[in-house]
């Protein structure tokens, strides 16, 4: 059984940093992709980043372009969003998920739905 679990959400304050970390377990497969997703409250959930490992593609939303980073720790199966210089339109509930894939699989389809969800981690930016 897949298991995500998120942690290192929190309260910062605006030109801050934290970084998001998702513990997986239960994850064996050849190719698939990662992703942070975010949802704010009253709005609609919208992919921030994701990483495929059939080409090592990366996808960030235009707006954390330049501020949030995705990596992994393979070793630890754990998967990190670094994010840096945060805003307070940056306050939401964060997910992380994932998707077995193919061997072409490009990182921007993970906005086309994922199979694995953390049960999130609230990020809070005071201005």
């Known amino acids: 059984e897949v298991q995500l679990v998120e942690s290192g959400g929190g309260l910062v304050q605006a030109g801050g940093s934290l970084r998001l970390s998702c513990a997986a377990s239960?994850?064996?497969?050849?190719?698939?992709?990662i992703g942070w997703f975010r949802q704010a409250p009253g709005k609609e959930r919208e992919g921030v980043s994701c990483?495929?490992?059939?080409?090592?593609?990366?996808y960030y939303a235009n707006s954390v372009k330049g501020r949030f980073t995705i990596s992994s720790d393979n070793a630890k199966n754990t998967w990190y969003l670094q994010m840096n210089s945060l805003k307070p339109e940056d306050t939401a509930v964060y997910y992380c998920?994932?998707?077995?894939?193919?061997?072409?699989?490009?990182?921007?389809?993970?906005?086309?739905?994922?199979?694995?969800w953390g049960k999130g981690t609230l990020v809070t930016v005071s201005s």
């Open positions: 998920a994932a998707i077995p894939t193919g061997p072409y699989y490009f990182a921007s389809y993970c906005n086309y739905g994922m199979d694995y």
């Open positions: 239960g994850f064996t497969f050849d190719n698939y992709a």
């Open positions: 990483f495929s490992t059939s080409d090592n593609s990366t």
